[in-house]
């Protein structure tokens, strides 16, 4: 059953859904100098942006991030990251910045929608297109 889509049109009348660029980590390229750099794929999603919770901020304040958190609610699975496990790193563009995802406290169903909880890394170069 898919909950994600009654959930969020209730929700949108006070808090609406805005797109955002998904840059879903691929893994890593190793330049002739040594650099590591990391690569993406891009995909436009929906999310749904509200603040971070006091849970939220504790275990930011605990990665020792000095920035804006927030808490994103996105159609699918999205991990969060985890060094130990080699996997994460993924970045969401909305509001003018990059937020990297770095956790996914809560998931529903296989996949189905998960809240993620992300931090505010830099401005960024590139915008998202308005909603319509």
């Known amino acids: ?6 959930v969020t049109g209730i929700i949108s009348a006070v808090n609406p859904c805005i797109q955002a660029i998904l ?5 890593s390229e190793t330049l002739p100098s040594g650099r590591v750099t990391p ?11 509200q ?4 849970e939220d901020l504790q275990q930011v304040a605990n990665l020792n991030q000095s920035t804006d958190a ?3 609610y996105v159609y699918g699975h999205i991990k969060g990251l985890d060094r130990a496990h080699q996997f994460g790193g993924d970045i969401l563009v909305f509001d003018d910045s990059e937020w990297l995802v770095v956790g996914q406290p809560e998931q529903w169903g296989s996949g189905e929608w998960c809240r993620l909880v992300v931090v505010r890394q830099t401005p ?6 308005k909603m319509m």
């Open 70 to 72: 927030r808490s994103v």
């Open 51 to 54: 603040a971070a919770n006091s």
């Open 39 to 49: 690569e993406y794929t891009e995909v436009l999603i929906t999310i749904q942006v």
């Open 1 to 6: 059953m898919n909950l994600f889509g009654p």
């Open 23 to 27: 840059r879903a980590s691929s893994g």
């Open 124 to 129: 960024s170069q590139q915008t998202c297109p």
